[in-house]
């Protein structure tokens, strides 16, 4: 059982959020990460970093530890815990309302039956975890404030002070309902307006369902893609179309390692490979905001293009070490930014100019901005695309010419002669097919190894790499062209021990990444690897893959980036985009559920 002093595991988290930030509810009641009021806010409720001293909010029956069962609540985003005691059964229903004036957080003790004693646990913490706020009432309500930031909470149970922490304990009977609302606003304002509880909860059901109520997707697999769905757009900064690669910071890939990284910012990868998800299964709204975010974005000389932006589109992002929290399960460091942002990734122009095809694809209008906007990035991959990089895998170590970014500029002229052919763009057509046809030759001469039979990580390397496993979706070669098949069966047998697929070798030496320490298994390689198989007509092996991948889930439906095979614990980031987009794709693939225009 969970020590309350601890965080839970990972997967004892579900994520609750209002698309514009979002918190982790542990399966003990307790909300152990909050950053109010952007997704890359200061957190002011850390414990999941630290411990229970860098804030939190726990909500529980008392002395009951981990809940009995929980689950969203049909296909939203509201969470319900339930404890069974021996007094009698407690239900807690978790959500974030549509954002209003402020955000708010609401919590509804329900009684289910019989009369069980709740406790609450209220520690606030501004700044990721270390400043402790002046409290007090006011208004009828208990407010916390510390520099910018104020927190109020709105109840009609009555919470006491002691040693810089916040409690009560009250008792709940069968089909009473009692509301909790945190809100959180800038200090320098008067006492927000907080919602009603219940109210709140119909609106957001509703929204909820509406949203959801637009995708016609029934397959087998139909719970998991709506949940993945779901968990995307959560991930979405609703004011600006941004989309975050997952709403933490830190959570390590190794228990214990150094690989500790914020991905509360907007990678332009991650961002289109969860479009393409989204709009292949009929959201084409978002796609339109995020080409809108795009634009604001990358505005300025092609070469100032960076690979990932603040959610509002800002460009610093400078990464530092949180020296006051202690990590997860001690994990160090604790990082905010990522100095990825400064990186070479010359796979990035590809994958946007792909995602802007498939929009257009997917009927959405053109806009000649965007058209200028995809020239500028060609022109920027035409000058550099024989340069070596730092990849999509963000290496710390020495630039190379990656197999996968060479690849992925092939995909930019051809995508860019497609909206050509398709759509009657401008060219110069002539132009990119000669420059796509070089780089196909480029990387079929300098980036396959004919002893091996496989495709390599990087130019005269001895290594694979599970970004490979992509050579077909992205149609650079067709499945049954043998290099294909002999790198998907490379990638299996070198990067797949037991089944999940690492992201490439992590030893020390010439595969070096620049850090210490390994990881786990990569989901979304993993999923890449499902695909690659039933490309290569291996389909049961494909089907059985991916639903051992699903039972990787947690009870919640949730996956983080990476998954330990020997511990048999998720790891990194949670939820992770990157891990549910290739899940919604699997599983459409292997559902045979097609999109009239998709590929
Ligand atoms: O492995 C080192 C790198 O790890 C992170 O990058 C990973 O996450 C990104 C966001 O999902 C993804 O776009 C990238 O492909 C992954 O390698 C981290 O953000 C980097 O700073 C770090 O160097």
Redesign the pocket.
């Known amino acids: 059982m969970k020590e309350s002093d601890v965080p839970g595991r990972i997967e004892d988290y579900a994520l609750i959020g209002d698309c514009q930030s979002a918190a982790l509810v542990c399966d003990d009641g307790s909300i152990d990460w909050m950053c109010l009021p952007r997704f890359d806010s200061g957190a002011c409720f850390a414990a999941l970093l630290g411990d229970e001293e860098n804030g939190r909010w726990q909500l529980a029956p008392a002395g009951a530890g981990r809940a009995t069962r929980r689950r969203y609540r049909g296909d939203t985003l509201i969470l319900e815990t339930e404890w069974e005691t021996a007094d009698g059964a407690v239900r807690v229903i978790d959500f974030m309302p549509h954002r209003g004036e402020a955000p708010d957080v609401v919590r509804i003790v329900e009684g289910l039956s019989g009369e069980v004693g709740m406790m609450l646990d209220l520690r606030l913490r501004f700044d990721y975890g270390h400043r402790v706020p002046w409290m007090h009432q006011s208004c009828g309500q208990l407010a916390g404030i510390a520099g910018p930031d104020s927190i109020w909470l709105r109840s009609p149970i009555k919470v006491a002070g002691h040693d810089f922490t916040h409690t009560a304990e009250f008792t709940v009977r069968s089909g009473e309902r009692v509301p909790f609302v945190l809100t959180w606003h800038p200090s320098h304002l008067p006492a927000p307006r907080p919602v009603d509880a219940l109210h709140a909860l119909e609106e957001t059901e509703e929204e909820w369902n509406s949203w959801v109520g637009k995708f016609s997707y029934e397959g087998t697999y139909r719970d998991a893609v709506i949940r993945s769905l779901i968990t995307l757009k959560a991930l979405t900064y609703a004011p600006t179309g941004g989309i975050v690669?997952?709403p933490t910071t830190s959570l390590p890939e190794a228990i214990g390692g150094v690989?500790n990284?914020d991905?509360r910012f907007c990678?332009l990868?991650?961002a289109t490979m969860t479009l393409d998800a989204l709009l292949r299964s009929g959201c084409t709204e978002e796609a339109d905001a995020w080409r809108q975010w795009l634009l604001r974005a990358v505005a300025g000389a092609p070469e100032d293009v960076q690979i990932m932006y603040g959610v509002a589109g800002e460009r610093r992002l400078p990464e530092w070490e949180v020296g006051w929290l202690g990590g997860y399960e001690g994990s160090q460091p604790v990082r905010v930014g990522?100095?990825?942002a400064g990186q070479l990734q010359l796979d990035v122009p590809g994958e946007v100019i792909s995602t802007l095809y498939l929009a257009r694809r997917a009927g959405l209008p053109p806009a000649p901005e965007i058209a200028a906007m995809k020239d500028s990035l060609l022109a920027y991959v035409e000058a550099r695309w024989e340069e070596p990089d730092e990849g999509?895998?963000?290496?710390?170590g020495e630039r190379r010419h990656f197999v996968h970014s060479k690849m992925m500029c092939w995909v930019a002229f051809d995508r860019a002669v497609k909206l050509s052919e398709e759509f009657g763009r401008p060219g110069p057509v002539d132009h990119w097919r000669r420059l796509r046809d070089r780089i196909h030759r480029d990387v079929c001469d300098k980036g396959f190894d004919p002893v091996r039979g496989t495709f390599t990580q990087s130019y005269g390397s001895q290594e694979v790499d599970a970004a490979l496993l992509l050579m077909p979706q992205l149609g650079f070669l067709p499945a049954d062209d043998p290099r294909v098949v002999g790198t998907i069966e490379a990638v299996q047998r070198e990067l797949a021990p037991d089944g999940f697929v690492r992201r490439y070798p992590t030893r020390e030496g010439e595969s070096s990444?620049g850090?210490t320490g390994e990881e786990g298994a990569f989901l979304a390689c993993s999923f890449w690897l499902a695909d690659g198989l039933r490309l290569i007509g291996r389909e049961d092996e494909a089907r059985e893959l991916f639903e051992r991948l699903l039972s990787l889930r947690n009870d919640v439906g949730l996956l983080a980036?990476e998954y330990d095979p020997r511990t048999g614990r998720q790891v990194g980031n949670f939820p992770?985009a990157?891990s549910h987009v290739p899940l919604i794709h699997t599983a459409h693939e292997l559902d045979g559920h097609r999109v009239a225009w998709w590929t």
Not at 392 to 396: M, Y
């Open positions: 690669a997952a690989r990284w991905y990678w990868r991650d990522n100095a990825a999509l895998w963000e290496i710390r990444d850090l980036e992770q990157f």
